[in-house]
């Protein structure tokens, strides 16, 4: 694989007096157990936008987003006031060769650009009761998966076993 620094070679001199450190994310592209946090692989992963909006839950504010263009996946990236990774969870999968996360400046929403569809995808988090799909009391990160598990666009049919989360009622 390519080394984590291809040429760093001027880390440690006086134009560059920084230290080099370890990725908080490392993924292998075939063991997940060799990755960093384990459990995860990637083909090319391309990083996101931080979340900073009040229209989604707030377990996502100060969260980044990222994607794999390999693996159509994406991804929640959270660190603490020291830069430690706290956080690293699947968000959703089936996305068309993602190559872009963004948000939108206006409202926050969170934007993808797929290079195999050659569709931009704007991610609304529907506002309201709606949005406890499995009615717990509260609207979590369950929730939040279930509503990109299931989410097709208006006029499109439910998908099967998505009928709880279905927003354009």
């Known amino acids: 694989g390519m080394p984590l620094h291809s040429d760093c070679s001027s880390i ?18 075939n063991d997940p157990g060799q990755s960093t946090p384990p459990g995860f692989t990637s083909r090319c992963m391309v990083g996101g936008a931080f979340y900073t909006k009040s229209n989604y839950p707030s377990v996502f504010r100060g969260t980044s987003f990222a ?5 159509g996946s994406m991804w929640t990236v959270s660190v603490d006031g020291a830069n430690s990774l706290t956080s690293f969870q699947s968000f959703g999968t089936g996305f068309d060769r993602p190559v872009a996360v963004k948000h939108d400046p ?10 195999g569809s050659g569709s931009v995808l704007r991610l609304r988090y529907p506002e309201g009761d709606k949005t406890d799909f ?5 609207t979590d990160l369950s929730d939040f998966g279930s509503f990109i598990t299931c989410m097709s666009g208006p006029g499109v049919p439910v998908l ?6 279905d927003c354009d009622q």
């Open 12 to 29: 440690g001199l006086p134009g560059n007096p920084n230290v080099a450190t370890a990725p908080l994310v490392s993924l292998n592209h």
């Open 67 to 71: 994607c794999d263009c390999g693996l």
């Open 106 to 115: 206006a409202n926050g929403d969170i934007i993808i650009v797929e290079i």
């Open 134 to 138: 499995d009615n717990d009391g509260d």
């Open 160 to 165: 099967p076993g998505c009928q709880a989360a």
